[in-house]
T-cell receptor, first 115, second 114 residues
Framework: DAGVTQSPTHLIKTRGQQVTLRCSPK?????VSWYQQALGQGPQFIFQ???????QRGNFPDRFSGHQFPNYSSELNVNALLLGDSALYLC??????????????FGQGTRLTVV | DQQVKQNSPSLSVQEGRISILNCDYT??????FLWYKKYPAEGPTFLIS?????DKNEDGRFTVFLNKSAKHLSLHIVPSQPGDSAVYFC?????????????FGKGTKLSVKP
């Protein structure tokens, strides 16, 4: 059973460029969340997608946008990259059963370096 | 404003002994708490969770304790093994975690020495 897969694993971009990161959720999961983990920090919630809609959003600027496809996979787009966007980007998937207490499963992350 | 705090950046424990990792939170609306373990070059792996209606949850060598009045939780690992060496993140959420918006602490790096 494939878990959460992210691509690419590493990426180097120049300041001002745009980047797209991809995530395939764990089989059977329908909800995808994105997190940013800066060096020495815990993951920070960016947004969550469910039924192809952004359901919740953290404290990130509009330069961060996303998309969810009918097969539940998701993309994270970041425009006008800043040096401070350099971080590990984590995708987490879960299943919305409507009940309490669902655990999120994380991918291995995409390491983005902005130079 | 950090809502979930792990005040110990690192912890070193001898193999076979107990490891205790601590976490404090400030938001009384949190009702679901989780611990994740992270190895280098891997994503966080879910370890154990606890609902705010409980004060203890056990899973094998791992036990999480929740003290709501003190807004404090702890993870006990007994006995500690070298393979437990990793960064441990405490996370909290509202709505029973079903919304998926997890608030993480900065992590504690656990080193278990043989």
């Amino acid at each position: 059973d494939a878990g959460v897969t992210q691509s690419p694993t590493h990426l180097i971009k120049t300041r001002g460029q745009q980047v797209t990161l991809r995530c395939s959720p764990k089989s059977g999961h329908d909800t995808v969340s994105w997190y940013q983990q800066a060096l020495g920090q815990g993951p920070q919630f960016i947004f969550q997608y469910y039924e192809e809609e952004e359901r919740q959003r953290g404290n990130f600027p509009d330069r961060f946008s996303g998309h969810q496809f009918p097969n539940y996979s998701s993309e994270l787009n970041v425009n006008a990259l800043l040096l401070g966007d350099s971080a590990l980007y984590l995708c987490a998937s879960s299943l919305d059963t409507g009940r309490m207490n669902t655990e999120a499963f994380f991918g291995q992350g995409t390491r983005l370096t902005v130079v | 404003d950090q809502q979930v705090k792990q005040n110990s950046p690192s912890l070193s424990v001898q193999e076979g002994r107990i490891s205790i990792l601590n976490c404090d939170y400030t938001n009384s609306m949190f009702d679901y708490f989780l611990w994740y373990k992270k190895y280098p070059a891997e994503g966080p792996t879910f370890l154990i969770s606890i609902s705010s209606i409980k004060d203890k949850n056990e899973d094998g060598r791992f036990t999480v304790f929740l003290n709501k009045s003190a807004k404090h939780l702890s993870l006990h690992i007994v006995p500690s093994q070298p393979g437990d060496s990793a960064v441990y993140f405490c996370a909290a959420s509202r709505y029973g975690g079903s919304q998926g918006n997890l608030i993480f602490g900065k992590g504690t790096k656990l080193s278990v020495k043989p």
